[in-house]
T-cell receptor, first 114, second 110 residues
Framework: DTEVTQTPKHLVMGMTNKKSLKCEQH?????MYWYKQKAKKPPELMFV???????INESVPSRFSPECPNSSLLNLHLHALQPEDSALYLC?????????????FGEGSRLTVL | DAKTTQPPSMDCAEGRAANLPCNHS???????VYWYRQIHSQGPQYIIH???NNETNEMASLIITEDRKSSTLILPHATLRDTAVYYC???????????FGGGTRLMVKP
């Protein structure tokens, strides 16, 4: 299994809602990542988890709250988002954050904030 | 990580080789060159990576110049399904994360 699975594929939420994006991998990878991608722009790194601990936070606003409950799961909790947060949110995993290697990406969750 | 420069767009005829250039003149000795592509509305997909030597796999070939200041990704027989944005990324061993630049939008035409 070389897949990274993201749910939901599409999400529409209001600015006062609380929702979560989920990401799952069963490749035994110990590094997991969240990227944000606006239309016609390259992906931008948001967070990196290494061995279930948050290693990098690229100055992301607190309305985005990541969580890594175990080595296979990564969540992104969303609260009080703004319309400009509408984007494709990509999850990725790799074998080990300390070792250069391939990142496996999911198909993404397309978020629309009304 | 070193900065990369790629042409914003390129066209290629179906069945012909697609040669995608990338400049990375500030690359340092321990930095790898990675190539990913992103087909419309999908997540990025790893293609190939290298440090000094040329590399080949079932998808593509990577040619790195001797001074390592530039590289070329070669898709030997482009198909319509190769239409995508191709990202050249340089990064070192200080954490396995990718910083994406603008990429090259490759359009393969019949």
């Amino acid at each position: 299994d070389t897949e990274v699975t993201q749910t939901p594929k599409h999400l529409v939420m209001g600015m006062t809602n609380k929702k979560s994006l989920k990401c799952e991998q069963h490749m035994g990878h110990r590094a997991m990542y969240w990227y944000k991608q606006k239309a016609k722009k390259p992906p931008e790194l948001m967070f990196v988890y290494s061995y279930e601990k948050l290693s990098i936070n690229e100055s992301v606003p607190s309305r985005f709250s990541p969580e890594c409950p175990n080595s296979s799961l990564l969540n992104l909790h969303l609260h009080a988002l703004q319309p400009e947060d509408s984007a494709l949110y990509l999850c990725a995993s790799s074998q080990d954050f300390r070792i250069p290697g391939e990142l496996f990406f999911g198909e993404g969750s397309r978020l629309t904030v009304l | 990580d070193a900065k990369t420069t790629q042409p914003p767009s390129m066209d290629c005829a179906e069945g012909r080789a697609a040669n995608l250039p990338c400049n990375h003149s500030t690359i340092s000795g321990n930095e790898y060159v990675y190539w990913y592509r992103q087909i419309h509305s999908q997540g990025p997909q790893y293609i190939i990576h290298g440090l000094k030597n040329n590399e080949t796999n079932e998808m593509a070939s990577l040619i790195i110049t001797e001074d390592r200041k530039s590289s070329t990704l070669i898709l030997p027989h482009a198909t319509l399904r190769d239409t995508a944005v191709y990202y050249c990324i340089v990064h070192n061993n200080a954490g396995n994360m990718l910083t994406f630049g603008g990429g090259t939008r490759l359009m393969v035409k019949p």
